[in-house]
């Protein structure tokens, strides 16, 4: 850590420095309508006329003028661009020694063309957007994402929040949908981390944030849609980026990443490429005190473990596709992805048995080491047909994904009496395959009928088919004998069809937006058993079904200065396929996790009003009522605690959330988001009755600083006050992280350090009260870390980007797979 210190010193010192590094030249304008009538707060973004690369961002005042002040010599134009306004580019000025001082000719901003109406948030380059039915991030805007990860983007976004494990939420609840491109990402939460943590922002054109998506999206995912949209390059030539970073907690995180694209005559060809090697800690704490039935809840006994688990998780991704540009209206491409993750878990518990005295009983040593090998992979055929210029369209995506995984697992369990005699010893091993399938297609219309009303439709058919098979056996004198309580194999297939239907209409200051989908469920599931137990017996399941969800988007606007919104849509989540999965899976001799066949979907209802003032403040209250609320649930079995995810009821979610962007001077960008969050889970659960109620309170600050020379810096940071989450309350958590950046090598390179967590306080510790028993936890893992960064871009400059249609189509299907990684 010494050193650690002297580093971030000493990067702090020749930022210092640097920044006072200044040159003069000077460049003004001014920006108008087509009425002559000044306009404020419109986008001014700073060109390079050599290569296009963006210099500085700024917005015009009352008046409509604006100035640059600081400019080395050269070649320079802008691009003005303002909600309702077509963007428009200037002439370019050339500045030198002779002529430092410079003025762009008066820009005049034409009406843009009727569509859903889109409200800036944000005063810079549109940092924000806030569309009906979605609000937009552009990543470029922010001068400070250079040299940045899509983690870091995402985590700074308005209403995302990540947990201890990184596990996304959006607006206070969790099972949030991520998609790149919007296509999966073959990834679980865990692994998903790590991928982001090694994707570069330069990488990333847009991140879409739709906390209720419209019909032409899949219905699950009560949460909503993330959806990041990495770049793709029209130019034709070859060019990309690299990007390498270590970071070191206590243990080292090294990652780095490649992207390329070749684009010469019909034919784009690109490659992404990524590796992480993750190591890190764990130290839980856990108290449990069994109660007895009685009204006084009298302490029987008390159980108290200590476990520190260190993992150690190489994880490689890499995507390659083509696009063959057929005719100026007709484009075919495939992208071709794989994953691969083999992660060692190794985990040492100490527990001690107690009467209610605190009086030792017995003693029990766990170690255990569970090895993992993970890998899936993914092809996706795609073809964009436009029939002309109006927009109308049509694409279609043809995906298959393959996910396999083997787990190799050992459990040693030793008992000791008080003064720690041997008493006992049970040696169990574990050997677990799994495969999962998922086919899909899908197809979607595009069709404007005036500027002012567009029709979109659209099919969708898959289908999965999963094969889980747990072998287990205890050691007994040297040999292994099969364990016939737990060894078992679980089939599970589905079938989801799919059609839907939008229709968008603008009406002077109104815009509405209607959407239908149809979902038609079909799935069954097999316990073959194993023949020989009474416990797992053979059985199985099936079940149809048919769901509509409808969606509404409604938004005037009243004045350039206010804009109102209201939404509603209807949700579906349906369980992980590896939830479905009877199993048993043991953590320890006193914790193991189990799936549940019997897992039924949850249904969500979600309203939204929003109102957005000035471009820059914008006000949203939620609600939300999901009926057959499934969560984690925690059940006793003798003084062993069973973790599955159960139907509890039901779960009510209101919130209100302000976020602002304020450009508190020219080089300080501040960027503040609260959301007051209620939720409340009422049912019953394994026999008794559960209601639990708690209102959170998340504030999000996030200080963006620019400064001449190409320097960059942050300060940002979270607090999010005492919740709820099923059956666990989480006590008060936050975290604290600063960066600085430089750009280097001609603007084509960045160096960035970062400290995350510096305080050493996102480190959740909690309370789960379940059936006799209370239990309390505590949780510390490697999130104190500094990262250096080096990205460089080479070839030509990533700019005129638009992605290309090759999105997949199962995005819902692969959302719902569990795989491994930290």
Same mark, same amino acid.
């Given at each position: 850590?010494?050193?650690?210190?002297?580093?971030?010193t000493?990067?702090?010192?020749?930022?210092?420095?640097?920044?006072?590094?200044?040159?003069?030249?000077k460049?003004?304008?001014?920006?108008?309508?087509?009425?002559?009538?000044?306009?404020?707060?419109?986008?001014?973004?700073?060109?390079s006329?050599?290569?296009?690369?963006?210099?500085?961002?700024?917005?015009?005042?009352?008046?409509g003028?604006?100035?640059?002040?600081?400019?080395?010599n050269?070649?320079?134009?802008?691009l003005?661009?303002s909600?309702?306004?077509?963007?428009?580019?200037?002439?370019?000025?050339?500045?030198s020694?002779a002529?430092?001082a410079?003025?762009i000719?008066?820009?005049?901003?034409?009406?843009?063309?009727?569509?859903?109406? #889109?409200?800036a948030?944000?005063?810079?380059?549109?940092?924000?957007?806030?569309?009906?039915?979605?609000t937009?991030?552009?990543?470029?805007?922010?001068?400070?994402?250079? !040299?940045?990860?899509?983690?870091?983007?995402?985590?700074?976004?308005?209403?995302?929040?990540?947990?201890?494990?990184?596990?996304?939420?959006?607006?206070g609840?969790?099972?949030?949908?991520?998609?790149?491109?919007?296509?999966?990402?073959?990834?679980?939460a865990?692994?998903l981390?790590?991928?982001l943590?090694?994707?570069p922002?330069?990488?990333?054109?847009?991140?879409?944030?739709?906390s209720?998506?419209?019909?032409?999206?899949?219905?699950?995912?009560?949460?909503?849609?993330?959806?990041?949209?990495?770049?793709?390059?029209?130019?034709?030539?070859?060019?990309?980026?690299?990007n390498?970073?270590?970071?070191?907690?206590?243990?080292?995180k090294p990652?780095?990443?490649?992207?390329?694209?070749?684009?010469?005559?019909?034919?784009n060809?690109?490659?992404?490429?990524?590796?992480?090697?993750?190591e890190?800690?764990?130290?839980?704490?856990?108290?449990?005190? /069994?109660?007895?039935?009685?009204?006084?809840?009298?302490?029987?006994?008390? =159980?108290?473990?200590?476990?520190?688990?260190?993992?150690?998780?190489?994880?490689?991704?890499?995507?390659?596709?083509?696009?063959? /540009?057929?005719?100026?209206?007709?484009?075919?491409?495939?992208?071709?992805?794989?994953?691969?993750?083999?992660?060692?878990?190794?985990?040492?518990?100490?527990?001690?048995?107690?009467?209610?005295? +605190?009086?030792?009983?017995?003693?029990? $040593?766990?170690?255990?080491?569970?090895?993992?090998?993970?890998?899936?992979?993914?092809?996706?055929?795609?073809?964009?047909?436009?029939?002309?210029?109006?927009?109308r369209?049509?694409?279609?995506?043809?995906?298959?994904?393959? +996910?396999?995984?083997?787990?190799?697992?050992n459990?040693?369990?030793?008992? /000791?009496?008080?003064g720690?005699?041997l008493?006992?010893?049970?040696?169990?091993?574990?050997?677990?395959p799994?495969?999962?399938?998922?086919y899909?297609?899908?197809?979607?219309?595009?069709?404007?009928?005036?500027?002012?009303?567009k029709l979109?439709? !659209?099919?969708?058919?898959?289908?999965? $088919?999963?094969?889980?098979?747990?072998?287990?056996?205890?050691?007994?004198?040297?040999?292994?004998?099969?364990?016939?309580?737990?060894?078992?194999? =679980?089939?599970?297939?589905e079938?989801?069809?799919?059609a839907?239907?939008?229709?968008?209409?603008?009406?002077k200051k109104?815009?509405?937006?209607?959407?239908l989908?149809?979902?038609?469920?079909?799935?069954?599931?097999?316990?073959?058993?194993?023949?020989?137990? &009474?416990i797992?017996?053979?059985?199985?399941?099936?079940?149809?079904?048919?769901?509509?969800f409808?969606?509404?988007?409604?938004s005037?606007?009243l004045?350039?200065?206010n804009?109102?919104?209201? $939404?509603?849509?209807?949700?579906?989540?349906?369980?992980a396929?590896?939830?479905l999965?009877?199993?048993?899976?043991?953590?320890d001799?006193?914790?193991?996790?189990?799936?549940?066949? +019997?897992?039924?979907?949850?249904?969500?209802?979600? &309203?939204?009003?929003s109102?957005?003032?000035?471009?820059?403040? #914008?006000?949203?209250?939620?609600?939300? +009522?999901?009926?057959?609320?499934f969560?984690?649930?925690?059940?006793?079995?003798?003084?062993a605690?069973?973790i599955r995810?159960?139907?509890?009821?039901?779960?009510?979610?209101?919130?209100?959330?302000? @976020?602002?962007?304020?450009?508190?001077?020219?080089?300080?960008t501040?960027?503040?988001?609260?959301?007051?969050?209620?939720?409340?889970?009422?049912?019953?659960?394994?026999?008794?009755?559960?209601?639990? @109620?708690?209102?959170?309170?998340?504030?999000?600050? $996030?200080?963006?600083?620019?400064?001449?020379?190409?320097?960059?810096a942050?300060?940002?940071?979270?607090?999010?006050?005492r919740?709820?989450?099923?059956? &666990?309350?989480?006590?008060?958590?936050?975290?604290a #992280?600063?960066?600085?950046?430089?750009?280097?090598?001609?603007?084509?390179?960045?160096i960035? &350090?970062?400290?995350?967590?510096m305080? /050493?306080?996102?480190?959740?510790?909690?309370?789960?009260?379940?059936?006799?028993?209370?239990?309390? =936890?505590?949780?510390?893992?490697?999130?104190?870390?500094?990262?250096?960064?080096?990205?460089?871009?080479?070839?030509?400059?990533?700019?005129?980007?638009?992605?290309?249609?090759?999105?997949?189509?199962?995005?819902?299907?692969?959302g719902?797979?569990?795989?491994?990684?930290?």
């Amino acid at each position: 850590m010494r050193n650690t210190n002297a580093l971030l010193t000493a990067a702090f010192a020749f930022w210092a420095l640097g920044a006072t590094a200044q040159t003069n030249g000077k460049l003004e304008g001014h920006i108008g309508n087509a009425k002559g009538q000044a306009l404020e707060a419109v986008t001014i973004t700073l060109l390079s006329a050599k290569d296009s690369s963006q210099v500085k961002v700024t917005t015009t005042d009352g008046k409509g003028n604006f100035a640059f002040d600081h400019l080395s010599n050269g070649s320079y134009l802008i691009l003005a661009s303002s909600i309702g306004y077509d963007p428009a580019y200037s002439s370019a000025v050339e500045l030198s020694a002779a002529h430092p001082a410079g003025a762009i000719a008066p820009v005049q901003l034409q009406p843009a063309s009727a569509s859903l109406a #889109t409200v800036a948030v944000v005063a810079r380059k549109p940092l924000i957007e806030v569309k009906a039915d979605r609000t937009i991030v552009n990543v470029d805007a922010s001068p400070s994402n250079a !040299g940045s990860t899509a983690m870091d983007v995402l985590e700074k976004s308005p209403g995302i929040t990540l947990d201890k494990d990184d596990n996304i939420s959006l607006k206070g609840k969790q099972g949030v949908t991520v998609m790149i491109d919007n296509k999966p990402t073959y990834l679980s939460a865990s692994q998903l981390a790590s991928y982001l943590k090694s994707l570069p922002a330069s990488a990333i054109d847009q991140i879409e944030i739709m906390s209720n998506p419209s019909a032409k999206y899949d219905a699950a995912g009560n949460s909503g849609i993330i959806n990041i949209k990495t770049k793709k390059n029209k130019l034709k030539g070859f060019n990309g980026n690299v990007n390498l970073t270590q970071t070191q907690g206590v243990y080292p995180k090294p990652s780095g990443s490649v992207n390329l694209n070749y684009r010469n005559g019909k034919v784009n060809l690109f490659l992404n490429g990524g590796y992480a090697h993750w190591e890190g800690f764990e130290d839980l704490h856990i108290t449990r005190k /069994y109660l007895d039935g009685d009204a006084a809840k009298t302490v029987n006994s008390i =159980f108290m473990q200590e476990s520190q688990g260190r993992f150690i998780s190489p994880e490689g991704n890499l995507k390659i596709g083509m696009d063959y /540009y057929w005719t100026q209206k007709t484009t075919v491409g495939f992208v071709v992805s794989g994953n691969i993750n083999p992660e060692t878990d190794r985990q040492t518990s100490h527990i001690q048995l107690m009467d209610p005295h +605190y009086t030792i009983d017995s003693v029990v $040593n766990s170690p255990s080491v569970n090895k993992t090998n993970w890998k899936n992979g993914s092809i996706n055929l795609n073809l964009r047909h436009q029939y002309d210029s109006t927009g109308r369209e049509l694409t279609a995506d043809l995906d298959y994904v393959r +996910y396999g995984s083997v787990s190799n697992q050992n459990f040693d369990n030793q008992t /000791y009496s008080p003064g720690m005699d041997l008493l006992s010893e049970d040696i169990l091993t574990g050997h677990l395959p799994s495969t999962i399938n998922i086919y899909t297609f899908k197809s979607d219309y595009t069709h404007p009928f005036r500027k002012t009303l567009k029709l979109e439709a !659209g099919v969708k058919f898959s289908y999965v $088919n999963t094969d889980n098979t747990a072998d287990y056996y205890n050691l007994v004198g040297g040999q292994e004998q099969v364990d016939t309580t737990k060894t078992n194999r =679980f089939k599970y297939k589905e079938n989801i069809n799919a059609a839907y239907v939008n229709l968008s209409k603008t009406i002077k200051k109104w815009t509405i937006q209607l959407g239908l989908r149809a979902e038609n469920t079909n799935y069954s599931g097999h316990q073959l058993g194993n023949g020989i137990s &009474v416990i797992n017996r053979d059985s199985s399941f099936s079940k149809s079904y048919i769901n509509l969800f409808p969606t509404t988007y409604i938004s005037y606007e009243l004045n350039n200065k206010n804009t109102f919104s209201v $939404n509603y849509g209807r949700r579906i989540d349906r369980p992980a396929y590896q939830d479905l999965n009877p199993f048993l899976f043991f953590l320890d001799q006193y914790t193991y996790q189990a799936g549940n066949p +019997y897992l039924q979907p949850q249904y969500t209802n979600n &309203v939204e009003l929003s109102h957005t003032y000035n471009h820059f403040l #914008t006000t949203t209250l939620n609600y939300s +009522y999901t009926s057959n609320f499934f969560s984690q649930t925690f059940q006793q079995s003798g003084q062993a605690t069973i973790i599955r995810n159960g139907n509890i009821g039901s779960r009510q979610n209101a919130g209100i959330a302000v @976020s602002a962007q304020v450009p508190v001077t020219k080089w300080w960008t501040t960027v503040l988001y609260g959301n007051l969050n209620w939720n409340k889970f009422a049912g019953m659960l394994y026999g008794d009755n559960i209601n639990i @109620s708690a209102t959170t309170f998340l504030f999000n600050m $996030n200080n963006q600083f620019s400064f001449p020379g190409g320097w960059n810096a942050e300060l940002s940071g979270f607090y999010r006050t005492r919740g709820v989450e099923g059956q &666990v309350l989480i006590d008060p958590l936050g975290q604290a #992280t600063s960066a600085i950046s430089k750009k280097v090598l001609k603007d084509k390179g960045s160096i960035k &350090v970062s400290f995350k967590d510096m305080l /050493y306080t996102n480190s959740p510790k909690g309370t789960i009260d379940f059936q006799q028993t209370e239990a309390s =936890f505590r949780n510390r893992h490697d999130s104190r870390v500094v990262a250096f960064t080096f990205t460089y871009n080479f070839g030509k400059p990533l700019k005129g980007i638009g992605n290309r249609h090759n999105e997949g189509g199962s995005t819902e299907e692969q959302g719902r797979v569990k795989s491994g990684g930290h």
